[in-house]
């Protein structure tokens, strides 16, 4: 059973850019299907953040971008602020599963 | 502006039976796929399911059994049932517009409810 793997911290100061990497299969990522990135405050619901690999929602800014290479996928936050501190999931399809997988989630601390 | 507002019994005993609906204010109901995911104190979010406009479900396999998830198009609702709670039931659900297997992921959420199941 493959799941979706993300470190379970990163950390950068303002300003900085950090990158979150969501490690997945043949079965998943490595397929082609959509890898979409969430990002949570603690006590809220999620927020897409990222859909279909690297693109954002309207409101989203572009500090935020997504990108998929084999069976691996990462968001990257450049200009780090103070109130990206969250904790981002990146979530995809796994054949083997037949259904939606979620990452065990990345808590990212802005030093 | 698409709202999401949610709701169903917080607190249940083993063996009762999940209940939660959602109703969606703005935007079209026609056309989407309406989810339920959940998500256990401290740990990221489970998928729990989905549901098309016109009523195709799919579930996550390892809780097929015993989800339900309905649609009622003339009241823009979709409702969840979990059949045989138990303690590892425990966690916040929330509704949610889209597809999570689709290109375009899931991108609006109710507020969420916290269920628990003790006795």
Not at chain 1, 79 to 104: H, K, P, R, T, W
Not at chain 2, 58 to 64: A, D, F, I, R, V
Not at chain 2, 77 to 97: E, M, N
């Amino acid at each position: 059973q493959c799941v979706l793997t993300q470190p379970p911290s990163v950390s950068g100061a303002p300003g900085q850019r950090v990158t979150i990497s969501c490690s997945g299969c043949t079965s998943n990522i490595g397929t082609g299907y959509d890898v979409h990135w969430y990002q949570q405050i603690p006590g809220t619901a999620p927020k897409l953040l990222i859909y279909g690999d690297n693109n954002r929602p309207s409101g989203v800014p572009d500090r935020f971008s997504g990108s998929k290479s084999g069976t691996s996928a990462s968001l990257a936050i450049t200009g780090l602020q103070i109130e990206d501190e969250a904790d981002y999931y990146c979530q995809s399809y796994d054949s083997s599963l037949s259904g939606v997988i979620f990452g065990g989630g990345t808590k990212l601390t802005v030093l | 502006q698409v709202q999401l507002h949610q709701w169903g019994a917080g607190l249940l005993k083993p063996s009762e039976t999940l209940s939660l609906t959602c109703a969606v204010y703005g935007g079209s109901f026609r056309g989407y796929y309406w989810s339920w995911i959940r998500q256990p104190p401290g740990k990221g979010p489970e998928w729990i399911g989905e549901i098309s406009h016109s009523g195709s479900p799919n579930y996550n396999p390892s809780l097929k059994s015993r989800v339900t998830i309905s649609v009622d198009t003339s009241n823009n609702q979709f409702s969840l049932k979990l059949t045989s709670v138990t303690a590892p039931d425990t966690a916040v659900y929330y509704c949610a517009r889209g597809s999570a297997a689709g290109p375009r992921g899931v991108d609006y959420w109710g507020q969420g409810n916290l269920v628990t199941v003790s006795s």
